[in-house]
T-cell receptor
């Protein structure tokens, strides 16, 4: 079974600074997808960024980028120019490309606090 | 666009009571699933469905039943509520292509006393 580990329960960043959230995962599969979801206090789950394992290029979405290290099974999220609205819980998630069904495996989450 | 709609948003149950959490999506998604979110544990898969009439167990299925008679609806039934089922429940849906985004409902906060 796959597992996802987020080793940072909480992180803080100053507004306009850069922060990196860590995620490692364990799998024996070679074809899979990785996601970062944001959960603000409203509880809504919002997709931040996704990465296909077969792509070597790191995904980027505006101020959000990932550092995907397939051999190390590492998938960190970098948030540049942090804004107050970035404060939320962030979840790293794994999805197999070989299985049917919407079967995401989540990490425990990292609470991100943004200081003004 | 309604997306994924969950009802109710909040519920308090007494131990032993049964109830159904409703989930509906209007995006014609083949895949639907239920997760529970507990502090320090992230979201864990309870049950999932790959289409109408087809369901299967996830990581934590005990105490829950599901059925999927239509593409749009995927209700989650608690047979006899226990305090250990106090949690936030999320329904999600997606197309069957693996790299597509899973859309989540707003969640249901359930407390069992």
């Amino acid at each position: 079974a796959q597992t996802v580990t987020q080793s940072q329960p909480e992180m803080s960043v100053q507004e306009a600074e850069t922060v990196t959230l860590s995620c490692t995962y364990d799998t024996s599969e070679s074809d899979y997808y990785l996601f970062w979801y944001k959960q603000p206090p409203s509880r809504q789950m919002i997709l931040v960024i996704r990465q296909e394992a077969y792509k070597q290029q790191n995904a980027t979405e505006n101020r959000f980028s990932v550092n995907f290290q397939k051999a190390a099974k590492s998938f960190s999220l970098k948030i540049s120019d942090s804004q107050l609205g970035d404060a939320a819980m962030y979840f790293c998630a794994y999805r197999s490309a070989l299985e049917y069904g919407n079967k995401l495996v989540f990490g425990a989450g990292t609470i991100l606090r943004v200081k003004s | 666009n309604a997306g994924v709609t969950q009802t109710p948003k909040f519920q308090v149950l007494k131990t032993g009571q049964s109830m159904t959490l409703q989930c509906a999506q209007d995006m014609n998604h083949e895949y639907m699933s239920w997760y529970r979110q507990d502090p320090g544990m992230g979201l864990r898969l309870i049950h999932y469905s790959v289409g109408a009439g087809i369901t299967d167990q996830g990581e934590v299925p005990n105490g829950y039943n599901v059925s999927r008679s239509t593409t749009e609806d995927f209700p989650l039934r608690l047979l006899s509520a226990a305090p250990s089922q106090t949690s936030v429940y999320f329904c999600a849906s997606s197309y069957s292509v693996s790299n597509t985004e899973a859309f989540f409902g707003q969640g249901t906060r359930l407390t069992v006393v």
